[in-house]
């Protein structure tokens, strides 16, 4: 079985080791003879799983002995650690930007590396010296420029290809390893990304550093090319991990293994990174039985079966054919279901679903009518609702105006869709916490909804995401509004007041649990935070309780 932590100390002696396992970097030892008297011990976890391949999934991964849930698999060093791969609008015109040594978020323009005056985050930071010659060949603007010239400039997309090309003279077998990983160069020719990833980055690093360095240094890099660039933006985008730091910053990540894991909309493992050695530990999201295949998703966990599908079909060239996406109810769950697309004189009831759901021009049927819907018009719907919902969002909704969407909403969708199930995680937070919706305020009625709500998203997560790998942030808010919810019911009806008060402090006690998964990320930490002071609260109203009977 996998350790839980990663070992400091020789097994053996107990002392403090530093010359690691190197099949599974999980145990240290002192010397070799500890380490061969540890072997038939250690022989039994040590790589608990190995790769396969075939013509569908490609290369994967596959558990070679039961693993329990949150222990490790394997320790991984990266082949490359940059800046964000892909960055939203307001990300390519932000003030705040990462150092380009150290990834510690500066101001643009207020710092710069005095050789080739990328950002740093101050004077005394310094970064690769092969990469810092390479971005020296460029023409950066002064540090005065406006924040958009500026941003324009330092491309941090452009910045991990370049981390990418360089392998070759830094580390040849790491390059060698970089390139026998899938590009889907062939599916990407034509598309969006291809045509972006040309203007962004392919382009501009050509024509403002590597040109003038094949003039200057022809010798420097024996493959610059712009059909190579194409390759290494395919290899990032099908592979790419998302590493987010303690400050909020977010990396991108290559790794030859954890990258082979394959994508399930239900994953069964998780991982965290470690910003001093930037290795990743993969540990098992729940317990691992022989044979299972370790699985990670690609895609945002709580999008219906066609989001999932259209962002997987345009960033990762495959059509996922998991369970979840083969069921056209998702697990129990609907949150791709539609109510009933019928005659709106008449009250059927049923419920809308995909009768072919991986394919994207698949007919809807519902289950209780012959009414059949087409897919165009179920696209052009979920538009206009997605413009509805992320509008209303973006902005600090009242709980009136929530519940008016909601119920407009509910004439055409699925009580548990996925707009549905963000509308509604917003307004359990507002019942309770609202200017004139404090918890004391609430009516029975109210808080028997907040309560009923709560349950509700509670339930779809638990299909969804049985072991909080995704959605951990999610269910922990869940579970703080159902304890509010509780503790409130306790103080308006003392006589249940202590039953009601032990399932609210069991609540909290699963959301300290189900939070650890998030603890390295800034999301994580600051609910953590929130969550021990609801339970001492909660451990107050127990006291207190106790003391007036």
């Known amino acids: 079985m996998g350790s839980n932590t990663l070992s400091l100390n020789c097994p053996v002696c107990g002392v403090a080791a530093s010359q690691a396992c190197t099949r599974c970097k999980l145990v240290r030892y002192c010397d070799r003879e500890h380490q061969k008297q540890h072997w038939p011990q250690h022989k039994r976890s040590c790589r608990p799983f190995r790769e396969e391949q075939d013509a569908q999934l490609g290369r994967y991964l596959v558990a070679t002995q039961d693993i329990a849930a949150n222990q490790i698999v394997f320790v991984e060093a990266p082949l490359v650690v940059g800046p964000k791969w892909y ?35 101050s004077s005394a930071c ?64 034509g598309t969006e990304l291809h045509e972006e990833a040309e203007k962004r980055v392919v382009s501009y690093l050509d024509k403002r550093f590597l040109r003038r360095l094949r003039q200057t240094k022809p010798n420097l890099l024996e493959q610059c090319d712009t059909e190579l660039l194409h390759r290494l933006c395919g290899i990032i985008e099908t592979n790419y991990m998302v590493i987010e730091l303690p400050t909020g910053v977010e990396l991108s990540g290559l790794f030859r293994q954890a990258c082979m894991m394959e994508h399930a909309c239900q994953p069964n493992c998780y991982f965290q990174f470690d910003t001093t050695s930037q290795q990743i530990a993969v540990r098992a999201g729940g317990n691992l039985r022989k044979g299972d295949h370790l699985q990670i998703t690609y895609t945002n966990i709580l999008w219906g079966t066609q989001m999932r599908q259209h962002h997987l079909r345009m960033t990762k060239h495959f059509t996922c054919h998991c369970t979840r996406c083969t069921d056209p109810t998702e697990y129990g769950s609907y949150v791709s279901a539609l109510a009933c697309l019928g005659d709106v004189n008449k009250t059927c009831g049923g419920t809308h679903l995909p009768i072919d759901p991986v394919d994207e021009n ?188």
């Open 87 to 121: 960055l939203s609008e307001a990300e390519k015109e932000a003030t705040i930007v990462s150092c380009v040594g150290c990834y510690t978020p500066c101001r643009v323009g207020k710092h710069q590396c005095r050789s080739c005056h990328w950002p740093v985050c």
């Open 362 to 549: 698949t007919q809807w049927k519902c289950n209780s009518c012959p009414m059949i819907v087409d897919a165009a018009y179920v696209s052009e719907l979920q538009t206009h609702m997605t413009d509805q919902v992320e509008r209303m969002l973006a902005g600090c909704p009242r709980a009136n105006e929530v519940e008016l969407l909601l119920a407009r909403l509910s004439q055409m969708l699925h009580l548990n869709h996925f707009h549905m199930f963000n509308l509604k995680h917003t307004l359990i937070q507002l019942y309770g916490n609202e200017s004139g919706l404090e918890l004391t305020s609430l009516s029975s009625g109210q808080l028997e909804r907040k309560l009923r709500l709560c349950n509700e998203l509670y339930d779809v997560c638990r299909r969804l995401d049985p072991y909080s790998i995704k959605l951990a942030i999610y269910v922990t808010v869940i579970l703080i509004e159902i304890a509010h919810a509780l503790e409130e019911q306790a103080r308006r009806a003392p006589a249940e007041g202590a039953s009601l008060l032990e399932e609210a402090q069991a609540r909290l006690k699963e959301a300290e649990e189900v939070i650890h998964k998030e603890h390295d990320s800034v999301a994580g930490k600051k609910l953590n935070d929130k969550l021990q002071r609801e339970i001492f609260d909660c451990e107050k109203h127990v006291l207190t309780l106790s003391y007036n009977q």
């Open 126 to 189: 310094a970064h690769e010296a092969l990469e810092c010659s390479v971005l020296s060949m460029g023409s950066a603007p002064a540090g005065r420029a406006d924040v958009r010239s500026l941003n324009d400039y330092f491309r941090g997309d452009a910045l991990l290809v370049l981390k990418c090309l360089l392998l070759q003279r830094q580390n040849p077998e790491k390059w060698a390893t970089l390139l026998e990983m899938q590009s889907h160069e062939e599916e990407r020719k």
